[in-house]
């Protein structure tokens, strides 16, 4: 099956500057990769998406890169805020299949 | 427009006893996805159904877990005979019916055995 890895494990940034997060997958059929944002006592919920047609998108200050050759795709935030600090998890799925595979996460704490 | 809705939040079982977690999707999703995040872990995934059907349960024990998705009313993940393993934040995804669709998460219910 699948198989997710994020790095790194935790990352802090100042308030203002780019935090850069970087998940590699495994399956070179999967097409759909999400992120999603965790906050304590929540559930995870999706900021952004691509899809393997396309090699990045953007969304305010939320963008995510794909690279299909080398199976890696990063989520990058620019001048972060303290609200950005919570639990990161991407995912990959392959077309056909609606389950996710998820990598265990990247804290990211924004100093203010 | 509700999301997600997941009951209970928190969730308090002696050793033995069942629990039994429920799940109401978001309006006009019909698939349902559960997940279950140990601390500091990702989310692994244990079932996924469509109304009354299961379709993958591949990442559901074999034993003391079971869900439902009945044709009427939200979905249940029970665990009976509960263990300190299964202390664990259990996490419901739903989806539309057209393939690829983005999964939107609840926010959790937070099981306790002691």
């Known amino acids: 099956g699948e198989n997710v890895e994020q790095h790194p494990s935790t990352l802090s940034v100042q308030e203002g500057d780019s935090a850069v997060i970087k998940c590699t997958y495994s399956d070179s059929a999967s097409n759909y990769f999400p992120w999603y944002k965790q906050e304590l006592g929540k559930g995870p919920q999706l900021i952004i998406d691509i899809r393997s047609n396309v090699g990045e998108k953007k969304d305010q200050r939320i963008a995510v890169t794909l690279n299909k050759t080398a199976k890696h795709f990063s989520l990058h935030i620019t001048e972060t805020q303290p609200e950005d600090s919570a639990v990161y998890f991407c995912?990959?799925?392959?077309?056909?299949?609606?389950?996710?595979?998820f990598g265990k996460g990247n804290q990211v704490v924004v100093i203010p | 427009n509700a999301g997600v809705m997941q009951n209970p939040r928190h969730l308090v079982r002696r050793r033995g006893q069942e629990a039994r977690l429920r799940c109401s999707p978001m309006k006009g999703h019909s698939h349902v996805y559960w997940y279950r995040q140990l601390p500091e872990e990702g989310l692994k995934f244990m079932v996924y159904?469509?109304?009354?059907?299961?379709?993958?349960e591949s990442g559901m024990p074999k034993e003391r877990f079971s869900a439902e998705f009945p044709k009427e009313g939200p979905s249940i993940l029970r665990i009976q005979q509960v263990v300190r393993g299964d202390s664990a934040a259990y996490f419901c995804a739903s989806s539309p019916a057209q393939n690829n669709s983005p999964l939107h998460f609840g926010n959790g219910t937070r099981l306790t055995v002691t």
């Open positions: 995912a990959a799925r392959r077309y056909g299949n609606n389950r996710l595979a």
């Open positions: 159904l469509q109304k009354e059907n299961i379709i993958d």
